[in-house]
Protein backbone atom coordinates (compact mmCIF):
# COMPACT_ATOMS: atom_id res chain seq x y z
CA UNK A 1 0.00 0.00 0.00
CA UNK A 2 0.99 3.51 -0.82
CA UNK A 3 0.24 6.89 0.31
CA UNK A 4 0.00 9.71 -2.26
CA UNK A 5 2.38 12.29 -1.26
CA UNK A 6 3.55 15.32 -3.19
CA UNK A 7 4.53 14.73 -6.99
CA UNK A 8 8.32 15.20 -7.81
CA UNK A 9 9.15 17.63 -10.98
CA UNK A 10 10.26 15.11 -12.48
CA UNK A 11 9.12 13.29 -16.15
CA UNK A 12 7.98 9.64 -15.54
CA UNK A 13 9.47 6.61 -17.07
CA UNK A 14 7.21 6.05 -19.38
CA UNK A 15 7.28 9.46 -20.82
CA UNK A 16 10.79 8.84 -21.24
CA UNK A 17 10.20 5.81 -22.83
CA UNK A 18 7.50 7.60 -25.26
CA UNK A 19 9.84 10.42 -26.88
CA UNK A 20 12.77 8.21 -27.19
CA UNK A 21 11.04 5.54 -28.84
CA UNK A 22 11.24 2.58 -26.62
CA UNK A 23 8.64 0.32 -26.82
CA UNK A 24 7.30 -1.37 -23.64
CA UNK A 25 7.53 -4.83 -22.95
CA UNK A 26 4.21 -5.48 -23.69
CA UNK A 27 4.83 -4.64 -27.36
CA UNK A 28 7.98 -6.42 -27.63
CA UNK A 29 6.15 -9.53 -26.25
CA UNK A 30 3.38 -9.29 -29.38
CA UNK A 31 6.11 -8.42 -32.21
CA UNK A 32 7.87 -11.66 -30.80
CA UNK A 33 4.87 -13.64 -31.49
CA UNK A 34 4.62 -11.97 -34.91
CA UNK A 35 8.10 -12.88 -35.84
CA UNK A 36 7.57 -16.36 -34.35
CA UNK A 37 4.34 -16.91 -35.90
CA UNK A 38 6.02 -15.50 -39.86
CA UNK A 39 9.13 -18.01 -38.77
CA UNK A 40 6.59 -21.20 -38.73
CA UNK A 41 4.44 -20.18 -41.53
CA UNK A 42 7.23 -19.91 -43.73
CA UNK A 43 9.41 -22.77 -43.05
CA UNK A 44 6.16 -24.39 -43.03
CA UNK A 45 5.66 -23.18 -46.71
CA UNK A 46 9.04 -24.34 -47.34
CA UNK A 47 8.93 -28.03 -46.46
CA UNK A 48 5.26 -28.67 -47.95
CA UNK A 49 4.61 -31.27 -49.84
CA UNK A 50 4.59 -30.14 -53.57
CA UNK A 51 1.86 -32.93 -54.44
CA UNK A 52 -0.35 -31.07 -51.50
CA UNK A 53 0.58 -27.72 -51.08
CA UNK A 54 -1.47 -25.31 -48.57
CA UNK A 55 -3.88 -23.45 -50.29
CA UNK A 56 -4.76 -19.92 -50.23
CA UNK A 57 -7.73 -20.87 -47.14
CA UNK A 58 -5.25 -22.24 -44.78
CA UNK A 59 -3.06 -19.66 -45.28
CA UNK A 60 -5.27 -16.79 -45.09
CA UNK A 61 -6.79 -18.61 -41.93
CA UNK A 62 -3.86 -18.75 -40.46
CA UNK A 63 -3.16 -15.17 -40.85
CA UNK A 64 -6.74 -14.45 -39.11
CA UNK A 65 -6.23 -16.50 -36.12
CA UNK A 66 -2.57 -14.49 -35.83
CA UNK A 67 -4.72 -10.93 -36.39
CA UNK A 68 -7.53 -12.16 -33.92
CA UNK A 69 -4.83 -12.97 -31.43
CA UNK A 70 -2.43 -9.61 -32.15
CA UNK A 71 -5.83 -7.61 -31.87
CA UNK A 72 -6.64 -9.36 -28.29
CA UNK A 73 -3.61 -8.52 -26.98
CA UNK A 74 -3.09 -5.31 -27.77
CA UNK A 75 -6.53 -4.35 -26.85
CA UNK A 76 -5.48 -6.09 -23.01
CA UNK A 77 -2.71 -3.42 -22.96
CA UNK A 78 -4.70 -0.71 -23.96
CA UNK A 79 -7.54 -1.59 -21.21
CA UNK A 80 -5.00 -1.82 -18.44
CA UNK A 81 -3.21 1.79 -19.55
CA UNK A 82 -6.43 3.20 -19.53
CA UNK A 83 -7.24 1.49 -15.89
CA UNK A 84 -4.07 2.55 -14.96
CA UNK A 85 -4.81 6.10 -16.10
CA UNK A 86 -8.30 6.50 -14.44
CA UNK A 87 -7.08 5.38 -11.04
CA UNK A 88 -4.16 7.55 -11.26
CA UNK A 89 -6.72 10.43 -11.88
CA UNK A 90 -9.13 9.23 -9.05
CA UNK A 91 -6.07 9.23 -6.59
CA UNK A 92 -5.93 13.15 -7.33
CA UNK A 93 -9.09 13.47 -6.89
CA UNK A 94 -9.57 11.86 -3.85
CA UNK A 95 -6.43 13.16 -2.49
CA UNK A 96 -8.73 16.90 -2.16
CA UNK A 97 -10.62 15.29 0.34
CA UNK A 98 -7.37 15.53 2.29
CA UNK A 99 -8.10 17.61 5.26
CA UNK A 100 -11.87 17.62 5.16
CA UNK A 101 -14.50 15.51 7.96
CA UNK A 102 -16.60 12.99 6.53
CA UNK A 103 -18.85 10.59 8.19
CA UNK A 104 -18.76 6.84 7.99
CA UNK A 105 -19.95 3.95 9.39
CA UNK A 106 -19.14 3.69 13.10
CA UNK A 107 -20.55 3.83 16.28
CA UNK A 108 -18.04 6.41 18.12
CA UNK A 109 -18.45 9.83 19.24
CA UNK A 110 -15.81 11.73 21.24
CA UNK A 111 -15.74 14.71 23.46
CA UNK A 112 -13.77 16.82 25.27
CA UNK A 113 -15.90 18.96 27.33
CA UNK A 114 -17.83 20.10 24.92
CA UNK A 115 -19.29 17.03 22.97
CA UNK A 116 -18.81 16.24 19.23
CA UNK A 117 -20.23 15.39 15.95
CA UNK A 118 -21.59 11.96 15.12
CA UNK A 119 -24.59 11.19 12.44
CA UNK A 120 -27.37 8.57 11.39
CA UNK A 121 -28.22 7.06 8.17
CA UNK A 122 -31.58 5.73 7.61
CA UNK A 123 -32.49 3.81 4.21
CA UNK A 124 -36.17 4.28 4.81
CA UNK A 125 -38.03 7.39 6.84
CA UNK A 126 -39.07 6.23 10.82
CA UNK A 127 -41.83 7.74 12.90
CA UNK A 128 -39.11 7.77 15.82
CA UNK A 129 -35.05 8.11 15.94
CA UNK A 130 -33.84 8.05 19.16
CA UNK A 131 -29.69 7.78 20.30
CA UNK A 132 -28.50 6.21 23.48
CA UNK A 133 -24.64 7.51 24.26
CA UNK A 134 -22.86 4.72 26.41
CA UNK A 135 -19.72 4.91 28.53
CA UNK A 136 -17.01 2.05 28.34
CA UNK A 137 -18.38 0.40 30.76
CA UNK A 138 -22.01 0.14 28.66
CA UNK A 139 -23.94 1.90 30.41
CA UNK A 140 -26.24 4.24 29.02
CA UNK A 141 -25.41 7.67 29.71
CA UNK A 142 -27.36 9.88 27.67
CA UNK A 143 -30.37 9.54 25.43
CA UNK A 144 -31.36 11.45 22.62
CA UNK A 145 -35.00 11.74 20.97
CA UNK A 146 -34.48 12.73 17.33
CA UNK A 147 -37.97 12.11 16.75
CA UNK A 148 -39.52 11.56 13.15
CA UNK A 149 -37.05 11.43 10.35
CA UNK A 150 -37.09 11.14 6.68
CA UNK A 151 -34.85 8.39 5.37
CA UNK A 152 -31.18 9.98 4.27
CA UNK A 153 -28.06 11.13 6.01
CA UNK A 154 -28.27 12.50 9.69
CA UNK A 155 -25.78 15.09 10.92
CA UNK A 156 -25.98 14.91 14.33
CA UNK A 157 -24.08 16.64 17.59
CA UNK A 158 -23.81 15.93 21.03
CA UNK A 159 -23.61 18.18 23.33
CA UNK A 160 -21.27 16.56 25.73
CA UNK A 161 -23.60 16.28 28.96
CA UNK A 162 -25.09 13.12 30.41
CA UNK A 163 -28.85 12.77 31.20
CA UNK A 164 -28.50 14.33 34.67
CA UNK A 165 -26.86 17.51 33.25
CA UNK A 166 -23.32 16.57 34.25
CA UNK A 167 -20.58 17.20 31.86
CA UNK A 168 -19.49 13.90 30.42
CA UNK A 169 -15.58 12.48 30.76
CA UNK A 170 -13.11 13.82 28.05
CA UNK A 171 -12.86 10.57 25.47
CA UNK A 172 -14.42 8.43 23.22
CA UNK A 173 -17.81 7.07 23.35
CA UNK A 174 -20.38 4.46 22.16
CA UNK A 175 -24.01 5.27 20.83
CA UNK A 176 -26.67 2.98 19.68
CA UNK A 177 -29.04 4.53 16.98
CA UNK A 178 -33.00 3.09 16.85
CA UNK A 179 -35.90 3.63 14.64
CA UNK A 180 -39.33 2.37 14.24
CA UNK A 181 -42.41 2.48 12.19
CA UNK A 182 -45.83 2.10 13.88
CA UNK A 183 -43.87 0.32 16.90
CA UNK A 184 -42.01 -2.26 14.33
CA UNK A 185 -38.19 -1.53 14.49
CA UNK A 186 -36.77 0.12 11.49
CA UNK A 187 -32.92 -0.18 10.11
CA UNK A 188 -31.16 2.70 11.31
CA UNK A 189 -26.96 2.34 11.02
CA UNK A 190 -24.34 4.94 13.08
CA UNK A 191 -21.87 7.47 11.33
CA UNK A 192 -18.70 8.20 13.34
CA UNK A 193 -17.27 11.57 12.27
CA UNK A 194 -13.14 11.86 11.32
CA UNK A 195 -11.17 13.44 9.09
CA UNK A 196 -9.21 12.31 6.23
CA UNK A 197 -5.42 12.41 7.34
CA UNK A 198 -3.85 10.87 3.94
CA UNK A 199 -4.79 8.95 0.82
CA UNK A 200 -3.86 5.16 -0.42
CA UNK A 201 -3.95 3.24 -2.98
CA UNK A 202 -3.54 -0.82 -3.28
CA UNK A 203 -4.64 -3.68 -5.56
CA UNK A 204 -8.12 -3.15 -3.74
CA UNK A 205 -8.73 0.55 -4.91
CA UNK A 206 -8.12 3.81 -2.92
CA UNK A 207 -8.56 4.08 0.95
CA UNK A 208 -9.13 6.85 2.76
CA UNK A 209 -7.31 6.89 6.24
CA UNK A 210 -9.02 8.43 8.75
CA UNK A 211 -7.86 10.20 11.66
CA UNK A 212 -9.34 8.07 14.21
CA UNK A 213 -7.23 4.99 12.05
CA UNK A 214 -9.68 3.31 10.41
CA UNK A 215 -9.17 3.15 6.48
CA UNK A 216 -12.16 3.25 4.21
CA UNK A 217 -13.18 3.59 0.22
CA UNK A 218 -14.56 6.79 -0.78
CA UNK A 219 -17.82 4.91 -1.38
CA UNK A 220 -17.79 4.53 2.19
CA UNK A 221 -18.14 8.18 2.97
CA UNK A 222 -21.32 9.60 3.51
CA UNK A 223 -20.86 13.03 3.80
CA UNK A 224 -18.33 15.51 3.39
CA UNK A 225 -17.83 18.57 5.65
Not at 170 to 189: L, M
Not at 214 to 219: G, I, L, P, R, Y
Amino acid sequence: MTTIQSTPNTASQALLDSVNGKKNPATKSVDKAQDRFMTLLVTQMKNQDPLNPMDNAQVTSQMAQLSTVTGIDKLNNTLESLIGNVQTGQSYQASSMIGHNVLVSGNEVSTSGTGGYYGADLPIGADKVSVAIKDSAGTTIRTIDLGKQDAGTLPLKWDGLADDGSVAKSGSYKFDVTASIANSSAAATGLSYAQVSSISTSTSGIKLNLSNLASVSTSDVKEIF
